[in-house]
């Protein structure tokens, strides 16, 4: 690779590039906490990240994206950051431990972007893809798990059956225009996509993880 020139030569990786990705409150962090367990048991080299975040940088956009101050945002703003922050987190953590032929588990990623700002936020997958053209061109992930759940299960998992609280269900129509948009992307990627029920126990959805992960 050319001095300079960033980004992966995909010759010379020999590291693998894992995403996770699903609705919030599908049960991600279980699953990563169970992978690392076993990673780390295993012996297996491997980091863990996450995005927003995963650096001292790509940490303070983060602190701007997250904080309920900042609700004057725009969703092009809210874009721009998420994609600023991808650049330099895989700068930072995922190139280098990737050219070591580390494994890299990456908590949310660029399909998170498509979703949650391409549709959510009504912005289009053509601008969330142009402003990411870095991560879509330079840094796509070998394998990318979906734990598939829908906003409405999310939603019952964490607060009952019975709640019926009207900031939520407003927010509810954005976070199913998220999920609509994981399923779509899901379909148009399917060599890269690995969809796993979301409803099912955590250790049926962990053996179905680890299964795609040694099949890939
Ligand atoms: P976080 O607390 O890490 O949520 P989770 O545990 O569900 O991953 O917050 C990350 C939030 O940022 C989450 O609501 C999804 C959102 N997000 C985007 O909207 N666009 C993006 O590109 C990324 C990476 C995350």
């Known amino acids: ?3 300079g020139e960033k980004g992966i030569n995909y010759m010379e990786k020999t590291g693998k590039f894992i995403t996770f ?3 919030d409150g599908c049960g991600k962090s279980t699953q990563l906490k169970m992978l690392s367990n076993y990673l780390t048991r295993e012996n297996i ?14 940490e303070a956009i983060r602190e701007i994206l997250l904080s309920g101050k900042n609700m004057e945002m725009t969703d092009e703003c809210e ?3 998420y994609a600023a922050s991808r650049v330099q987190h895989l700068r930072d953590r995922v190139d280098p431990a990737l050219q070591e032929g580390k494994l890299v588990i990456c908590d949310r990623y660029v399909d998170s972007s498509l979703a949650y700002q391409g549709y959510g936020r009504g912005l289009g997958v053509e601008f969330i893809g142009k402003i990411n053209a870095y991560a879509l061109e330079k840094y796509l992930p070998d394998v ?5 759940l829908t906003p409405e299960a999310a939603f019952k998992r964490k607060h009952g059956a019975d709640q019926n609280d009207r900031l939520e269900l407003a927010g509810m129509e954005f976070h199913k225009r998220v999920y ?8 148009a990627n399917p060599d890269r996509f690995v969809c796993i029920n979301g409803e099912q126990t955590p250790d049926e ?3 179905q993880v680890l299964s795609a992960l040694k099949e890939k």
Do not use: V, Y
């Open 1 to 3: 690779m050319e001095r």
């Open 21 to 23: 990705e699903g609705c």
């Open 45 to 58: 080299s491997h980091i863990f990240t996450r995005e927003p975040g995963g650096g001292k940088i790509s």
């Open 79 to 81: 874009a721009l950051l």
């Open 144 to 148: 990318t798990i979906f734990i598939d």
């Open 180 to 187: 609509e948009g994981f399923k779509a992307l899901a379909e």
């Open 205 to 207: 959805i962990f053996a």
